[in-house]
């Protein structure tokens, strides 16, 4: 079946540094993915919308500044988290669309832990 | 708030009892998904029932939509001690690009 897969699934960084977390889809290609963040015993908050070849569309208050997403070919999107804090401290998972839109299954990646001391 | 409302936040009961929770959201949709997330894990995906079905099946799972009320349900019959972990419901809005709009979800706790 279709795989996700993020990369690094952990990663520890210091405060004011950025730091950049991958999501490939392995035999497929996907036209969107998006980016959630899931703070712990909470739900899974849509960041933002990537599209292959143009902008991301973020969602109200998430800071296209400080969360670069690119989404540079179809199997590859990267999420950078710049000039990273304490409260960045989440589990930032992804997912992919094979077609985007409505009828196309979403498969998510395993998620990426990123801890900012 | 782009989240929708489930309940209940959080649910505990024996190995074999049944376990229902529920879905509310706020915008016409596609269709609405469940899924289940082990602690600090990734996503799996349950089930995905269309706007136009009422209901639908899979194994121990079934789930129930209701459009008029923007609501669902999702029920795990026979539940086992592997089913302890949290579920979310997701929906797809209508022309918003196909995202996933997820639930507040239930934590499950079967006892065994």
Known sequence: GAVVSQHPSRVICKSGTSVKIECRSL????TTMFWYRQFPKQS??????SNEGSKATYEQGVEKDKFLINHASLTLSTLTVTSAHPEDSSFYICSASQGGGVGNTIYFGEGSWLTVV | SQQGEEDPQALSIQEGENATMNCSYKTSINNLQWYRQN???????????????????SGRLRVTLDTSKKSSSLLITAS?????ASYFCATVPTNQGGKLIFGQGTELSVKP
Request: hydrophobic share 45%.
């Open chain 1, 44 to 49: 899974l908050m849509l960041m933002a919308t």
């Open chain 2, 39 to 57: 602690s600090g894990r990734g996503l799996v995906h349950l089930i995905l029932i269309r706007s136009n079905e009422r209901e639908k099946h």
């Open chain 1, 27 to 30: 035999d497929f290609q996907a």
């Open chain 2, 80 to 84: 086992r001690a592997a089913d302890t």
